[in-house]
T-cell receptor, first 116, second 115 residues
Framework: AQKVTQAQTEISVVEKEDVTLDCVYE???????LFWYKQPPSGELVFLIR??????QNEISGRYSWNFQKSTSSFNFTITASQVVDSAVYFC?????????????FGGGTRLMVKP | ETGVTQTPRHLVMGMTNKKSLKCEQH?????MYWYKQSAKKPLELMFV???????ENNSVPSRFSPECPNSSHLFLHLHTLQPEDSALYLC??????????????FGEGSRLTVL
């Protein structure tokens, strides 16, 4: 069975600090996709990144960066120079693909609070 | 218009009521989903529709009944719910095909309270 673990339930930082959100996954599939979503107080989940299991290159997008390590089954997310607007719940997810659709298994989420 | 819209945003119902949640996607996607987000549980997949056909029912109680009349609309019919069904119900859509897992686009959710 697929499983995603986000061990940090809550993180509190002061603005401009760097912060890393951890994600560890379990799957028997050789082909899979990993995602990060952000859930602001308004409720909708906002897509941040998708990474397939064959692409282990790290990715940087502005202040966001992702570190995919297949050897440790981890897909960690770092926010550099955090801002108050980064405060949200962040979810890591693993895709189980079949012809039915893209069924995501989500981690429990990490609530990030960035204080001014 | 936003990509995925859900109505109502908030709903309070008694255990004997019948109500429906509505979801509409304006993205031209071919797959739609219902997820449940409870206070102390991870997001749980409830139903998947692909090209209007229900392809997954994740052991959801029959008091939840989905309907997908076309690829843009998805409903969740609710009847004789329990207080533990109180949660945020999120609708999502994606474009599936060609062996790539499409990213899901979510609505803002319908917050349901069952009294």
């Amino acid at each position: 069975a697929q499983k995603v673990t986000q061990a940090q339930t809550e993180i509190s930082v002061v603005e401009k600090e760097d912060v890393t959100l951890d994600c560890v996954y379990e799957t028997r599939d050789t082909t899979y996709y990993l995602f990060w979503y952000k859930q602001p107080p308004s409720g909708e989940l906002v897509f941040l990144i998708r990474r397939n299991s064959f692409d282990e290159q790290n990715e940087i997008s502005g202040r966001y960066s992702w570190n995919f390590q297949k050897s440790t089954s981890s897909f960690n997310f770092t926010i550099t120079a955090s801002q108050v607007v980064d405060s949200a719940v962040y979810f890591c997810a693993l895709s189980e693909r079949n012809n039915a659709g893209n069924m995501l298994t989500f981690g429990g989420g990490t609530r990030l609070m960035v204080k001014p | 218009e936003t990509g995925v819209t859900q109505t109502p945003r908030h709903l309070v119902m008694g255990m004997t009521n019948k109500k429906s949640l509505k979801c509409e996607q304006h993205l031209g996607h071919n797959a739609m989903y219902w997820y449940k987000q409870s206070a102390k549980k991870p997001l749980e997949l409830m139903f998947v529709y692909n090209f209007k056909e229900q392809t997954e029912n994740n052991s959801v109680p029959s008091r939840f009944s989905p309907e997908c009349p076309n690829s843009s609309h998805l409903f969740l019919h609710l009847h004789t719910l329990q207080p533990e069904d109180s949660a945020l119900y999120l609708c999502a859509s994606s474009q599936e095909g060609q062996g790539i897992a499409g990213e899901l686009f979510f609505g803002e959710g319908s917050r349901l309270t069952v009294l």
